[in-house]
C-alpha cells in the first residue's frame, strides 16, 4: 500500500504511507533508500503496520519519518530517532455504521468473525463452544467467515474439517460463509444482534474487528497471551482474557446474562471523528517539530480500507492485486510520475542492489506440502494445530 496522505503544499511537505510490508520488503536496499533521500525536501515518509513485531532492530529507519502504530504492535521500536502516532486502521472504523443499536433483537449470545487460516486459531474457537453448548444447551452462536476461499498453500481447508467433527453436529452454532468480503454493514447488523464477541488470535496487528464488536457494545473476549493490539479502545471493565478452554466458557456464561447491563464498551481511542481530529492534531506538532509548516488538506477518505491495502489505487504497472508496490523499478515509476522531485537511479543500479542482496532461501517445509496430496497436508497440519491447543483447564 502506498498512498498520499497529504498533497505537497508550497513549503508544506507531503506526507507518503507505505505498508510494512512494502517497507520490510524495500527498505534494506540501497536504491529504495536513495529515492526517499531525493524526494525528502518535498516529502515526509510514513509506515502503516499492519501487524506486531517483537523486533524492529533488523529494518532501516533511516528515512522513515513517522510510524502509524501502537506501542503494542512496536514494543521494542526507538522512539528516540522514529515518531509514533497511535493512529492506525482501526482508528477510523466508521462510527455511524458500527454502533449499538437498542432497537435490534439479540438473538445470538456470543459471535465470531473469522477466516479459514491458521492465524486465527479456529481449533480453540470450536473447542470453547462446544464446552460452552456443553454447559448452556440453550445458547445460541454465530460464526461468521470472512473469505472462506479455498488456498491449498494456506491450508485453510482445515478449518472445515475441524468444524464438521467438533460442532457440525449441534444445532446451536449457526455457520455462515461469505465468498467475499463482507460489507460493513452486513457485519455491523451481525453484531448488533449479538450479546459478546470471542476472538482467539493470538498475535495480529491492529485488529479492526475486536473494535467493531466493541463499537456495537458487545464486550470482547481474547486470549491472554495475544500479542498485539486488539485490546486499545476497549472499556477495561468489559475485555475479558482467557488462559483456557474453562476460563472462557466461565467468561462468557457470566456475561450473556439478558437482563446484564452494559455502560459503554468502548472508550474514545475508537471515536473515528476524534481519531481524524487527533491525526491533524499529531501531524501539526511533528510538522512544528521539523519547522516546517503544516499546510493543506488531509486525504482522509475511508483511511480504515486505504490504510491497509485493500483497495486498489493504482493501475498493474504500479502494484500487485492490492496496493503493494511491486518492485523497486515500480517505487521509482511512482515517485517519478506521483511526485516532485527527481532520483537519478538507473536500471543497473536497481539489478546490482538487487543482486548484493538476494538470499537464496528454500523452505523444504513449504515446497513439501504444497506439492503433497490434501490427505497429508490434513495429518500434518491436524498435528500442529493439536500440539499448539489451547488446554481445558
Known sequence: MVFKLKELEGNSPGIIIFSHKEFIKYSKYKTFNKILKAYEKNYFFGVHWGASFEKTSEFNFENIDLNFAYKEMLPHLDLKNNTLIPLITRSFIPSDIFKEDEKIEKIYDVITVTRKVNVKFNLDLFNIYRELIKQNPQIKILILVSNPNYIKSNFDHLFDYNFNNILGNFENVELVN???????????????????????????????????????NLPVL???????????????????????ISTAVKHINAYINPDAHLDKVFMS?????????????????????????????????????????????????????NNDLKSLQAVSKYFSDFCIGQADISNLDFLFDRIKNYKLNIDL??????????????IVRKINAQNKMLSYE
Not at 274 to 293: A, M, T
Open 222 to 244: 481474547i486470549n491472554k497471551s495475544f500479542f498485539g493490539g486488539a485490546r486499545v479502545g476497549i472499556n477495561p471493565k468489559y475485555l475479558f482474557e482467557y488462559d483456557s
Open 365 to 378: 517445509k513449504h515446497v513439501i506440502l504444497t506439492f503433497s496430496p490434501v490427505w497429508f497436508i490434513k
Open 269 to 321: 481511542d475508537l471515536v473515528d471523528k476524534d481519531n481524524l481530529l487527533k491525526l491533524k492534531k499529531s501531524l501539526k506538532s511533528f510538522y512544528k517539530s521539523k519547522n516546517r509548516p503544516f499546510e493543506g488538506r488531509l486525504d482522509t477518505l475511508d483511511l480504515k480500507n486505504r490504510m491497509n491495502s485493500n483497495l486498489k489505487e493504482l493501475p498493474n504497472e504500479y502494484v500487485t492485486q
Open 178 to 216: 461469505f465468498t467475499d468480503t463482507p460489507d460493513q454493514t452486513t457485519v455491523a447488523k451481525n453484531l448488533q444482534k449479538s450479546k459478546m464477541f470471542l476472538f482467539t488470535s493470538r498475535k495480529e496487528g491492529g485488529v479492526k474487528v475486536t473494535a467493531e464488536a466493541a463499537l456495537c
